[in-house]
């Protein structure tokens, strides 16, 4: 490499010391002076990949000490550079491999009678990036840092993804990274992946979410993309693909009962499994606290949630009505009418109409006579109940008594037939049944004349 800025600290003699990279080995700079701080400096515009070195020097050198030479990044400084060569004199090229922007020639310090002829420093290399007999050929863009200056080939092998020796082929097929050695993920939707980066290209597959779809939704989400929620299970535990609850027992106060927990309750119902109801006065309460708004509650509750009759005694919105009007405060919760009348003094259906001294003794006066009407018609009514029952219990008696008669004159009847002297039973009874018979054939010619 040829034509770069040479910079000095140190006393030479003419010419510039620019004649140190000309490529012409019969210009030469003599240094007679030095110390320890002493250098040339060869600057470049940018980064240099050097594989060798040769240090010319003039015959009238003499072997006075080692000479340095350091790549370095910073100019003006060696400390932390890469060191390329130091050793005494010598007109052998030299193989080195570094990657910098300056070369910094450092001279032994000279004795009485010493001295220096550098003709030339020559760097070996291209530019970082290029490579070929005159550096006009660009590395292989995968390349980790530089290639080979002849080949071209990948010489600290090649970026994630690629593989060969100028890192020109892809990973093949389910495969991703560095040398191609990791799998893709088994949770990509569709297959290859990028073969860099190990990114599913089409995204995932329910369930599973990241770069790589290789995380797992996050708690709370499942599905595709983990788009869905399943807020209303225990701790919002589900399975990642399918949002099946994980604690299937039951759900959050505010869903129904299910296995996915996914149906919130019906508006004016909350708490778990939906099973209480809220009475709040204009908006539906909270589906899952059961809170009503600040506009309260629909007459005859009361509550948080409105959720709590009224006590007895009160009514109307938010049960802030008393009806001490009606007898023993007993009114009906939503409107306050009374149920078993008024006080004295009132009347109307809420007993909230008062009435004067007259009125209300006409008013006990009529109760009082309908209730002595009322008394005698009980009375009527008990009076004719029981003589019915009399009458019923006379019949009954005179009907036993016939009974009783028919039945006393059989028996005498009876004892009289057994007493008949020189006649049997059987004679008896065959006069009984001719007498019967003459008595039929009477009838019956009786019947015939007519």
């Known amino acids: 490499m040829y034509n770069r800025t040479v910079k000095q600290s140190i006393t030479v003699s003419s010419p510039s010391t620019n004649v140190l990279t000309d490529g012409n080995t019969t210009s030469c700079i ?8 002493s250098y040339l400096q060869i600057g470049n515009e940018s980064l240099i990949v050097i594989t060798g070195m040769y240090l010319f020097f003039g015959d009238n050198t003499t072997i006075v000490g080692n000479h340095k030479v350091y790549c370095s990044n910073t100019t003006d400084a060696w400390a932390n550079g890469t060191v390329l060569y130091n050793a005494e004199y010598d007109n052998d090229d030299i193989d080195v491999f570094a990657v910098c922007k300056y070369v910094i020639y450092l001279p032994p310090i000279l004795k009485r009678n010493s001295k220096i002829d550098i003709c030339e420093i020559e760097i070996g290399g291209c530019p970082y990036g290029k490579y070929g007999d005159r550096c006009e050929s660009t590395c292989p863009d995968h390349c980790i840092g530089s290639c080979d200056l002849r080949t071209g080939n990948c010489v600290f092998g090649c970026s994630s993804g690629w593989l060969g020796e100028k890192c020109n ?4 097929e389910g495969k991703f990274g560095n040398q191609c050695l990791r799998d893709c993920s088994l ?4 297959s290859p992946c990028d073969h860099v980066t190990g990114q599913c290209k089409a995204g995932c597959l329910k369930g599973w979410e990241g770069f790589n779809c290789t995380e797992e939704c ?3 989400n499942f599905g595709w993309n983990c788009s869905e929620t399943c807020d209303g299970c225990i701790v919002n535990e589900c399975n990642h693909i399918n949002g099946v609850c994980k604690i299937d027992s039951f759900c959050k106060p ?6 996915y927990c996914n149906e919130k309750c019906d ?3 909350f708490g778990t499994n939906c099973n209480k109801m809220c009475n709040c006065l204009k908006i539906p309460c909270n589906m899952f606290t059961g809170e009503c708004s600040d506009d309260g509650c629909k007459n005859g509750w009361k509550g948080d949630s409105c959720d709590q009759e009224c006590v007895p005694g009160y009514f109307g919105f938010n049960c802030a009505y008393l009806c001490d009007t009606c007898f023993n405060q007993s009114c009906d919760i939503l409107e306050g009418n009374c149920r078993v009348g008024c006080n004295d003094g009132y009347r109307g259906r809420k007993c909230d109409m008062p009435v004067s ?16 009407a009322s008394m005698c018609v009980v009375l009527l009514i008990v009076w004719m109940v029981k003589y019915a029952r009399r009458r019923i219990i006379k019949k009954q008696e005179s009907r036993q008594a016939t009974d009783n008669s028919h039945s006393h004159s059989n028996e005498q009847h009876y004892d009289d037939i057994m007493k008949m002297e020189g006649l049997s039973t059987y004679q008896d009874l065959a006069k009984q049944t001719v007498t019967v018979s003459n008595d039929y054939d009477q009838i019956n ?5 007519q």
Do not use: M, P, Q
Not at 169 to 172: I, T
Not at 357 to 372: H, Q, T
């Open 254 to 259: 505010g869903y129904v009962y299910g296995k």
């Open 30 to 37: 003599s240094i007679a002076t030095t110390s320890s701080n």
């Open 267 to 269: 508006d004016w119902h």
């Open 357 to 372: 001294k007259e009125s209300s003794a006409i008013i006990r006066f009529g109760f009082f006579i309908g209730g002595l």
């Open 445 to 449: 010619n009786s019947y015939a004349n």
């Open 169 to 172: 082929r892809a990973c093949g």
């Open 187 to 190: 949770n990509c939707l569709t």
């Open 218 to 220: 996050s708690n709370g």
